[in-house]
């Protein structure tokens, strides 16, 4: 009797650890994300659609396709109209786009969502 129960005990401790993924694609689409900390006086954005994402990198629009599989996001090769700005803000758009051409996972948070890219470096949005 004891094996029975301690074999499953230890099948329901497997399977917690194995639950349902988050589903975080069905929870962000439709909405709009500013990122924080960003240089004065100019703002970062992204929406998200079903399958393509859209925003404002500080003085170019972007846009590109990306894929969510529980928390793991792939954003495929961000393109952008191609405005000049103030190098400051340029050089922030550029950081900006090479950060989400990195990004590999994307965490619901009490304010918005953090994308985190291969490198490490995390991508902080409040919800707008």
Known sequence: MKKIFLF??????FVGCFGKKEDVASKIIGNTYVLQKVIDGSEVDVTFEKDRL??????NNYFANYKIDGQ??????????RMMGPEELMKQEQEYLKNLNEAKNIKLTEKGIVITTTSGVQLDFDKK
Do not use: D, F, Q, R
């Not at 499953?8 to 401790?13: A, F, I, P």
């Open 54 to 59: 859209s925003g404002k990198a500080g003085v």
């Open 8 to 13: 499953m005990v230890t099948g329901l401790m």
């Open 72 to 81: 793991t996001i792939t954003i495929e090769n961000p393109g952008s109209t």
